[in-house]
């Protein structure tokens, strides 16, 4: 069974541009969620989508969105690109839905955001 | 608001030892949900284990166990016969309950940096 896959791992931007990631989660998982890691600010939740609609977004500008497709696959873009937006994001996969409390939450390889 | 404390920034443990790596957590909610997870200077984010509010029994997977004491709002990861492939960040994370039908995301610790040493 294949793991959550991102794309691209690395990324270099210059300021002022536009980004975008893409995660394909484990095939079956409907749930998707983005998360930021930076040394200053450890992971951070970004948003989370399931069955092609955002569920739950985390404290980020505007400038951070993202979509779900009907095959699960989601990609998350940022505009504007600020040198503060360098970080590692990472996505994660899950299976269920609704109010049980899921235990898992696998998480792929990660994009490494360098924005110079 | 949910929190976890990972108080040990770094960690030494000789090669075939055991090691336990703190983590504490603050939630006023009687269903959540504790992981670990192990990241590698790859990245990538590895599912070590998990620890329902309800379980009765601390989780057991391989050489990770879980010890879990819910008054003390601890969930403490105990690694046995430290191999030198465990040389990672070690992060706690919580699951805060989810309405509307999310999954509740993940809130994480700082990590916790643990060498192993020959």
Redesign the interface.
């Known amino acids: 069974k294949a793991g959550v896959t991102q794309t691209p791992r690395y990324l270099i931007k210059t300021r002022g541009q536009q980004v975008t990631l893409s995660c394909s989660p484990i095939s079956g998982h409907r749930?998707v969620?983005w998360?930021q890691q930076t040394p200053g600010q450890?992971?951070q939740?970004l948003f989370?989508y399931?069955s092609e609609t955002q569920?739950?977004k985390?404290n980020f500008p505007g400038r951070f969105s993202g979509r779900q497709f009907s095959n699960s696959r989601s990609e998350m873009n940022v505009s504007t690109l600020e040198l503060g937006d360098s970080a590692?994001y990472?996505c994660?996969s899950?299976s269920?839905?609704?109010?049980v409390?899921?235990?898992?939450?696998?998480?792929?390889?990660?994009t490494?955001l360098t924005v110079v | 608001a949910q929190k976890i404390t990972q108080t040990q920034p770094g960690m030494f443990v000789q090669e075939k030892e055991a090691v336990t790596l703190d983590c504490t957590y603050d939630t006023s909610d009687q269903?959540?949900?504790l992981?670990w997870?192990k990241q590698p200077s790859?990245?990538?984010?590895?599912?070590l284990i998990?620890q329902?509010?309800y379980d009765e029994q601390n989780a057991t997977e391989g050489r990770y166990s879980l010890n879990f004491q819910k008054a003390r709002k601890s969930a403490n990861l105990v690694i046995s016969a430290s191999q030198l492939g465990d040389s990672a960040m070690y992060?706690c994370?919580m699951?805060e309950?989810?309405?509307?039908?999310?999954?509740?995301?993940?809130?994480?610790?700082?990590?916790t940096k643990l060498s192993v040493k020959p």
């Open positions: 749930s969620s998360y450890g992971l939740f989370e399931f569920r739950n985390g590692l990472l994660a899950s269920g839905t609704g109010r409390m899921n235990t898992e939450a696998f998480f792929g390889q990660g490494r | 269903s959540y949900g992981f997870y790859s990245g990538e984010m590895i599912f998990y329902g509010s992060f994370a699951r309950p989810s309405w509307g039908g999310s999954q509740g995301n993940l809130i994480f610790g700082k990590g």
